[in-house]
């Protein structure tokens, strides 16, 4: 799991050599991290006494995979990325359009697979917009040294023939993400106890979910069945997907909360 052992300390090990950089004058950057790792990121940063001097970017506003930058000293966040570049720092991000032949249908999984399939890590590809599965169009956003390549070298997504072209990202209306909305009543902000209403399990069935390691608070692993859930917050459950809790407020009559959640789809 991320929250300990080997690829924490690998991960922050790299946060401590970026960290090095910066101190040095120089923009340092991360490779595209996923959610997780940018959560834990943020955390140990913020740790050290730095939040004022890292953001965040993927190539456009609710990007989920992302680049963290550390900022030098003459820098200091909060900034955007586009003025950050009038720093004259080079831009690092590209996009690739795929289209398919439109006679198969295609899948995030087809597109991300093929890319990988390249021989490319997956640190340089930050998030894949599917546009339309029976339409299939895509937009990869990458690293700049690699988009080259991608268009060069991408010719088949699935079992489909496709074409790739460089487009710039900023020109794309992006798709808002789908979620599955739920609304529920919990007896109390116990995790076991969201975790059976937002999956429709029983309490007890919640609870070994919980026991066995299965779900994550906000990207750690949390085994405590009775842990209070915060009213806004992420939860993972391996096998049955990820959810954005809204709120948990609102009393009913009979003394239960109300929950409001997202199930990403």
């Known amino acids: 799991m991320m929250d300990t052992g080997k690829e924490t300390a690998i991960l922050f090990a790299r946060l401590d050599d970026l960290s090095g950089v910066a101190m040095q004058g120089q923009l340092a950057s991360t490779p595209f991290l996923s959610p997780r790792e940018l959560h834990f990121s943020e ?113 088949k997504v699935g079992s489909d023939n496709v074409k790739c072209s460089v487009v710039s990202v900023s020109d794309e209306k992006i798709p808002d993400k789908n979620f599955l909305h739920i609304t529920d009543t919990v007896a109390s902000l116990r995790l076991d106890g969201v975790v059976a209403a937002l999956l429709s399990l029983s309490r007890e069935k919640a609870k ?35 959810f954005r809790i809204n709120s948990i407020c609102d009393r009913t009559k009979k003394g239960r909360l109300r929950l409001d959640a997202d199930k990403y789809v």
């Open 43 to 155: 955390k140990y940063l913020a740790s050290r006494g730095m939040s004022s001097h890292f953001i965040s970017w993927g190539g456009y506003e609710s990007a989920e995979r992302r680049r963290m930058f550390i900022l030098p000293d003459y820098i200091e966040a909060p900034i955007e990325y586009s003025t950050l570049l009038e720093y004259g720092f080079d831009d690092v991000f590209s996009a690739v359009e795929v289209r398919g032949s439109g006679y198969r249908s295609l899948s995030h999984r087809d597109f991300l697979g093929s890319v990988i399939g390249l021989g490319l890590e997956r640190s340089v590809v930050g998030d894949i917009i599917v546009f339309d599965e029976e339409k299939p169009r895509a937009i990869i956003i990458c690293d700049k040294a690699v988009c080259a390549f991608i268009c060069e070298t991408l010719s």
């Open 208 to 242: 070994t979910i919980v026991l066995d390691g299965a779900v994550e608070l906000d990207y750690e692993t949390c085994e405590r069945p009775d842990k209070e859930v915060p009213p806004s917050c992420l939860i993972t459950v391996r096998g049955h997907g990820k």
